[in-house]
């Protein structure tokens, strides 16, 4: 996806702004989501009594700028499909704040979301379940049409059939049921039903993780060529790091429910800050034989993501992360932009100067997850963190909050003691 | 696992006063809304006011429906004395009622019929049970084989031929024609042989519909397991098949089947009342049914609780049975 | 075991049969064909690769390809207990430590299975039966190939747990597969699979449903324990970058048929199959600078009922018409080799394939 007519990330005024001009200009912002919650109840016992709940989204911020694409990575349970349903309202939020156009959508009916529904539309992961067998694919891509009462020019059956050529079918197979056809064809078929009443925002989740490899590549194609047809604006859901860094502009980063990281794809890639897309990126397998044997630079993250109904205190990471200190323990690190696009919440960050300095011993978990890092990774991360603090020591960049150093130091003080 | 069997205990208690009182209300209330007069339907048709006004002093039937209902539950565990004037009947606990019409208390009947119901519920179940499942694993295992057509077919007829037509068939044959059997019932502490004897035939007929039902559920869910996953895995191991199908297989095939029997068993002992009927055994099937035929309601709520208690016991038994079976259901 | 003595080509060569393998596993000219209302289902159609113990055999290929049919063929798993389902048709020669198990006696094979070869599945809470605990399973598959008691072999169950990296094994022991997590579940998979100490360990899409912090767990476990076990070990897999983690050698499957085959470097880095460098050009690559566009293979895969005639991969094929006289139509090609101990089945000389790969496909990826 490298239009250049694409936004580039630069900020604009215009967030928020209730301009409700038809199409929103390349840049400026189209979606825009605070404080995002989504709490599924844990109810239990004959009173269905509430004993707990899963903290599937535990408050998220985000923009999406009209005609960018935004990656959403993170490993299973990380929320991030449950992102997707509630930026599509497809679910309620239970607390936050959704902004479509300038317009808050988080609470509307059925009813107050239905002209919403031809600006936003969803595409599914699996092409097998999410279309109707008993139906024809000439009804299903038409369905929306009939659902908002549109009739477009020419007849419903040419413009589903001119839709089905857009996404590579051929038109003829319009009275073909959803068997007759493979899973990457079903893929495209979903993709045309969603693209239907010329929707504005495409919330994709997982669209290629049921294809195979080479049927992958034609879908992730097409999803690029209609973006710069028609000037689509994509949230794409993956757990495939290399799709979404072929897909995204922007990219953000999961973890138990929080974003953790939300960067240029470049800047991302490149330099990742956070410890846990650090991991992420260097546990995908590179298929190229001849690094086989230079794995130093592998991080094993130790065990299991732990239980989004009762997470983590502090950085929800700190329990299977090598930096981890005290204040990770204690202090939940917030969402913050430590370098133009590239927002962080990490108290100790890789490649940039350490956010939490004088807090410098490890927690015990830390000392045993970093066994499974290797000196190689360790240095060369100490390094560049001292590198950069010099750098920007130079700059205004630093203002370290007083308040906080001093609790940190305090936590720091304590889990030395717990480590005698 | 104790956690679990106390939670299923303590909602079927809950369950039980539930139904109580739900059988209670159609069988007093739902007349009254109707405007039934229940007092003259003890009596009888023609009925002298008097009399009328009698039974329903000493039912009770002119007080408020919660003291009704009190009385009622009171009666279960201390007995209950009805007076009116100087008629007086006494009905010892547990005291499910008192029937006007053949003039004995309900619980007498009830333990008199029950036994001879469970034995045909019981017997039959361990005959289809074992024919039934017999028949599904040979059939999944065999499956597109003349064997398993065949044994499909029996089952499909199983299932299709009401009681009444194989048992008067079995009858028939069996013990009016070839006169193997004497068709009369002999209760159990009087002659094993006897009660055997008298119980075999009943017992196929109703398997014979019920080993049908579990053909075919066992043969579905056999050959679903057969298809998963963890069979292959077994199979991996280099385990011998008949462990992976006595083994690994049926455990899974169990669970369906179990609950099945579950509801089965408790709607039997409720009353097979066709093959009581049928076969003329005095069970609770055959005493419900002449209750409905003389309007006896006491002995119809006394049965109708019996059945429902007999549903209870038997779902908790299936469900700690399941629980045993399926480890995940242990979390619920 | 029964001894053929048939006169055959020389080794290496996709058919043909020879009598004495000596390689630890061979597979000639395997078929496995299912009868179907539709038609036969050609979902392995003469198979042919060695394997050396101590060694990884990569299979790469997309779904339908055979990969997964290949594995449960060298398993016996298509004759074991399929109830009157149509039997499949399996042809060829499998040749494990010198026994032949397509001939050999079915008891015998079972007896194979589990202890000389063992497998672990693509998806284990499926794979695993929910009502045994994990050590319940663990044990049953020492037991069947070691008479010992049950004491004896759930300290063995233990001490595998310990090994595969389950924290307090002693006590997870007794848990069941719902109460671990997905990637602990695939380690109690591999404890179980590695029981008895197989020679030959088929891993079908291990890390698939793992998620990738996890499979790198897996992967790194797989590849310590085939080191310390010394086993063979053959990958099947739709991701390269797997294949590219623990093979040796690669085998890429299309249509029932192997159409490259040879050393990871070689497949990798010296392609000579135009299916292959569809996979490769088809894959976004973290490890690379952002490509423009991906290269993907056009339509879709092929049934296996109609393969299409001449080489299978001729209708998604960009370089179909670069031989002459339409014989990628109405030729099936077969392996030749292209390198030492790397063979590809194409119709096109190994010069245009080599000017091709060098001046088209490699600079773009």
């Given at each position: 996806m490298t239009t250049p007519a694409k936004g580039d990330g630069t900020e604009t005024?215009?967030?928020?702004?209730?301009?409700?001009?038809?199409d929103a200009a390349a840049?400026?912002?189209l979606l825009k989501v605070t404080g995002l919650q989504k709490h599924f109840p844990i109810k239990k016992g004959l009173l269905q009594r509430?004993?707990?709940?899963?903290?599937?989204?535990?408050g998220i911020d985000f923009e999406v700028k009209a005609g960018e694409t935004l990656g959403v990575v993170g490993e299973s349970g990380c929320g991030k499909s449950t992102m997707g349903r509630l930026i599509t309202r497809l679910l309620e939020p239970t607390a936050g704040k959704v902004e479509f156009e300038g317009k808050?959508?988080?609470?509307?009916?059925v009813s107050g979301m239905r002209p919403l529904r031809r600006d936003v539309q969803m595409i599914f992961q699996d092409p097998y379940s999410s279309l109707?067998?008993?139906?024809t694919i000439g009804t299903i891509v038409g369905a929306p049409f009939r659902l908002q009462g549109v009739e477009p020019a020419g007849g419903i059956k040419k413009e589903v059939q001119r839709l089905l050529e857009v996404v590579g079918?051929?038109?003829?197979?319009?009275?073909?049921?959803?068997?007759?056809?493979s899973g990457g064809q079903r893929q495209r078929i979903g993709i045309a039903r969603a693209l239907a009443l010329n929707p504005k925002l495409v919330v994709a989740d997982?669209?290629?993780?049921?294809?195979?490899v080479s049927i992958q590549a034609q879908v992730v194609n097409l999803l690029d060529d209609l973006q710069q047809e028609l000037g689509l604006t994509y949230v794409i859901i993956a757990h495939d790091l290399s799709v979404v860094r072929h897909v995204s502009d922007r990219i953000a980063v999961m973890y138990l429910g929080k974003i953790v990281e939300l960067a240029d794809r470049e800047s991302l890639y490149r330099a990742p800050m956070h410890p846990y897309t650090k991991a992420l990126m260097s546990a995908v397998p590179i298929p190229?034989?001849?690094?086989?044997?230079?794995?130093?630079?592998r991080i094993l993250l130790k065990g299991d993501v732990p239980s989004p109904i009762s997470p983590p205190s502090g950085c929800r990471f700190h329990t299977r992360c090598?930096?981890?200190?005290e204040i990770c323990r204690t202090t939940e690190p917030p969402l913050i932009?430590?370098?133009?696009a590239q927002q962080v919440a990490c108290h100790?960050?890789?490649?940039?100067?350490?956010?939490?300095?004088?807090?410098t011993v490890l927690l015990t978990a830390a000392k045993e997850a970093s066994a499974f890092v290797a000196d190689e990774v360790l240095a060369a991360s100490a390094q560049t963190s001292v590198a950069v603090a010099a750098e920007a020591?130079?700059?205004?960049?630093?203002?370290?909050d007083a308040d906080a150093d001093a609790d940190a130091d305090a936590d720091g003080q304590e889990s030395t003691d717990r480590q005698k | 696992m104790l956690a679990y069997l106390i939670r299923r205990l303590f909602a079927a208690a809950v369950m039980l006063v539930v139904i109580i009182l739900v059988v209670f209300g159609i069988f007093f209330l739902v007349p009254k809304w109707a405007g039934v007069d229940i007092a003259s339907s003890f009596v009888g048709k023609q009925a002298d006011p008097a009399a009328v006004e009698a039974v329903r002093q000493k039912l009770g039937l002119s007080d408020p429906i919660y003291a009704q209902v009190w009385e009622f539950f009171k009666g279960i565990f201390a007995g209950r004395t009805y007076a009116a004037g100087g008629d007086v009947t006494h009905c010892s606990a547990p005291c499910f009622g008192y029937s006007f019409r053949s003039e004995q208390a309900i619980w007498p009947v009830l333990t008199d019929r029950f036994p001879v119901t469970l034995g045909l519920a019981l017997g039959a179940a361990v005959l289809w049970l074992i024919f039934g499942i017999a028949a599904g694993v040979l059939s999944a295992l065999k499956r597109g084989s003349i064997w398993d057509r065949g044994a499909m077919v029996v089952a499909l007829s199983g299932v299709s031929l009401p009681i009444y037509f194989t048992g008067l068939l079995s009858l028939s044959v069996?013990?009016?024609?070839?006169?193997?059997?004497?068709g009369q019932y002999t209760p159990l502490e009087e002659s094993f042989t006897g009660w055997f004897g008298g119980m075999i035939l009943p017992w196929i007929t109703l398997a014979f519909l019920y080993a049908a039902m579990y053909a075919r559920i066992t043969r579905a869910t056999m050959l679903e397991i057969l298809g998963e996953d963890y069979i292959r895995t077994a199979r991996a191991k280099g385990l011998k098949e008949q462990t992976v199908i006595g083994k690994h297989a049926m455990r899974s095939t169990m669970t369906p089947i179990l609950t099945m029997l579950g509801m089965d068993l408790g709607a039997l002992i409720g009353g097979a009342i066709l093959t009581e009927t049928t076969f003329n055994l005095p069970g609770l099937g055959q005493a419900v049914l002449n209750a409905i035929k003389n309007q006896d309601l006491p002995v119809i709520l006394g049965v109708t609780l019996i059945t429902s208690l007999a549903v209870l016991i038997a779902n908790l038994v299936v469900d700690v049975l399941y629980a045993v079976i399926d480890p995940r259901v242990r979390l619920a | 075991m029964t001894e053929l003595s048939k006169t055959g080509a020389a080794?290496?060569?996709p058919t043909g049969t020879s009598p004495?393998?000596?390689?630890f596993l061979e597979v000639r000219d395997l078929k496995v064909h299912f009868p179907t209302d539709d038609g036969?289902?050609?979902?392995?159609d003469g198979l042919s690769f060695q394997l050396e113990k101590g060694k990884t055999l990569g299979i790469v290929g997309e779904s339908g390809s055979g990969k997964s049919v290949t594995s449960l063929g060298i398993m016996g798993l298509?004759?074991?207990?399929?109830?009157?389902?149509?039997k499949a048709q399996i042809s060829g020669e499998i040749w494990l430590n010198g026994t032949e198990?397509?001939?050999?006696?079915p008891d015998h094979v079972r007896k194979l299975r589990g202890r000389d070869m063992a497998m672990i599945f693509q998806d284990p809470l499926s794979a695993?039966?929910?009502?045994?605990?994990i050590g319940h399973q663990i044990v049953e598959a020492y037991r069947i190939h070691h008479k010992v008691d049950k004491k004896t072999a759930k300290r063995r169950a233990v001490e595998m747990l310990d090994r595969v990296g389950i924290p307090q094994p002693d006590k997870r022991?007794?848990?069941?597969?719902?109460?671990?997590?997905g990637g602990m579940r695939q380690r109690a998979m591999i404890a179980m699979s590695l029981v008895n100490n197989p020679e030959l360990l088929i891993a079908d899409?291990?890390?698939?449903?793992?998620d990738v912090t996890v499979q790198a767990q897996i992967l790194d476990l797989i590849r310590d324990l085939q080191k310390e076990f010394g086993s063979a070990v053959i990958i099947i897999t739709h991701d390269l970058g797997v294949v590219a983690e623990l093979a040796d050698d690669i085998l890429v499957m299309y249509g029932g048929r192997c159409v490259e085959r040879g050393p990871a470097e070689k497949v990798f880095?010296?392609?000579?199959?135009p299916y292959t460098w569809g996979l490769l050009g088809s894959m976004p690559r973290l490890?690379?600078?952002?490509?423009?566009?991906l290269i993907p293979v056009k339509g879709s895969p092929p049934s296996l009922i109609n393969?299409?005639?001449?080489?299978?991969f001729n209708p998604r094929c960009?370089?179909?018409?670069?031989?002459?006289?339409n014989v990628t139509r109405t030729v099936r090609p077969e392996l030749s080799e292209v390198g030492s101990r790397h063979w590809a089945a194409c119709h096109m000389t190994q010069e245009q394939r080599e000017r091709i790969w060098t001046e088209e496909i490699a600079p773009k990826l």
């Open positions: 005024s215009a967030a928020g702004a209730a301009t409700l001009t038809k840049g400026e912002t509430q004993v707990g709940a899963v903290r599937a989204v535990d808050d959508i988080t609470h509307l009916g109707n067998p008993r139906h079918l051929n038109p003829e197979h319009y009275n073909r049921y959803p068997h007759e056809f997982e669209p290629v993780s049921a294809l195979d190229d034989p001849r690094r086989k044997h230079a794995k130093s630079e090598w930096k981890a200190t932009e430590l370098r133009p100790h960050p890789e490649n940039f100067e350490d956010q939490a300095p004088q807090d020591n130079g700059s205004t960049e630093v203002e370290a | 069996f013990v009016f024609g070839l006169g193997w059997f004497d | 080794l290496g060569e004495a393998p000596t390689s036969l289902v050609k979902s392995v298509h004759t074991a207990g399929q109830y009157g389902k149509r198990l397509l001939s050999a006696d695993l039966h929910p009502y045994y605990t022991v007794d848990s069941y597969p719902h109460e671990f997590s899409e291990p890390t698939t449903a793992l880095y010296e392609p000579r199959h490890d690379r600078e952002q490509q423009e566009r393969v299409p005639s001449g080489c299978a960009p370089y179909a018409d670069v031989p002459k006289d």
